[in-house]
């Protein structure tokens, strides 16, 4: 808007207004001209007064374009409900939820074959992100199929010693060897098994080994424990990894963290559970519900400020972490009135008033409201306005130069 010129960029809206007071007294005289000596003096004063009720009406509305509307940069949202004194407006930043992310990479030292899951791709939980192949995991496979044949023969001669043991044929020297060389192969075996499990190998895959079902042995799968989305990407095919890296970021953003920055006077007011109702700069017509359900117990030693966090969910995926908000948070029971933004309110007449959509499109309305309590950049509206009714809380100002003006120059024209 040019600010240097308000009343020229107010006259030029209205050069493109379609003003129904001006268009009425056109009409009207055009209708008097024609029926002049057909009218009494009683249907004169008649028509006076329905058209002085008609420009009246007409002075408390007014219709834009479109693009009058853009340019005017006109935002209409609900009136909250709520007390002034009962939500606090702090701060808040958006982030994902710690327990829902899962950093991904390899438990040994391994060389990436192939990225199955690139950024941005949906994984399911168990599903793979990575093939790699890996010496040592080769080698562990290698020393689990040498352990379970070597048990598999142990527990055979085992069975036939007790055999040979129940006739009379073997000694009990050479039963208890055997014995002992069979539980041996045991506890070597399932050492074999557990250094697979620690390498990251399901049950399953420790059993498809020994069933042929993992060729090459140097083939190691890393999976996704959780669904989500590949968020983070840092490794591509021939690359070598070890376990100090993860490499893929899989990220569940149905639900996001809102971190809030508090103020020490706010300390005293702020509970777990309290609801919170987040508007972000960049969806500033959508509102995201959720609840405190934590506090810090130490504020921070730069900035002063406590951090306390909610949930929201992130419906229709519109949430992305890091974008900046304010969280509305209701530290008592609220009221019954409407919660309007201090700059939805201006002056018509001496008279506080806010603007609602009219019945038509591009069609606005000036009410005559009465106020309540102010508090952090929020008024209560008492009477004229209920909550969650639709009104203009952007542009107010300019949409009341705009009709003010415009109900001057239909009054000078009459």
Known sequence: MNTRHPYLYVLTLLAGLTLPAAATQAAEDDHTAGQAGEHSEHSKDTDAGRHAGEEKHQENEVHLTEAQRKRLNLKVAQAERGSAEAIVRLPATLAFDADRVARIGPRLRAKVVKVVKDLGERVAAG????IMDSVELGKAKAGYLTARARLNAEQANYNRERKLAAQDISSKAALLEAQA???QARAELDAAVEELRLYGLSRESVEAIEAGGEIPLSRYVLTSPIAGV??????????TVGPETSPIHV???SRLWVMIQAYERHIPALAPGQQVHLRLRALPDETFAGRVDWISRALDT????????????????MLRAGMFGTASIHVAEGGESALVP????????GKPTVFVPGNEPGAFRAVTVVLGRESGGQVEVIA?????????????????????????SAAHNH
């Open 230 to 239: 590949v968020q983070q990407r840092d490794v591509m095919p021939g690359q």
């Open 251 to 253: 990220v569940d953003d």
């Open 342 to 349: 201090l700059g939805a309110v201006q002056t018509v007449e």
């Open 181 to 183: 060389r069979y539980h």
């Open 384 to 408: 004229g306005l209920h909550p969650g009714e639709q009104l203009v809380v952007a542009g107010a100002f300019d949409l009341k130069s705009v009709m003010t003006a415009g109900g001057r």
């Open 127 to 130: 599903e793979p992100v990575l």
């Open 302 to 317: 730069d900035s002063r400020t406590l951090r306390l966090r909610a949930t929201v969910a992130n419906r229709q995926a």
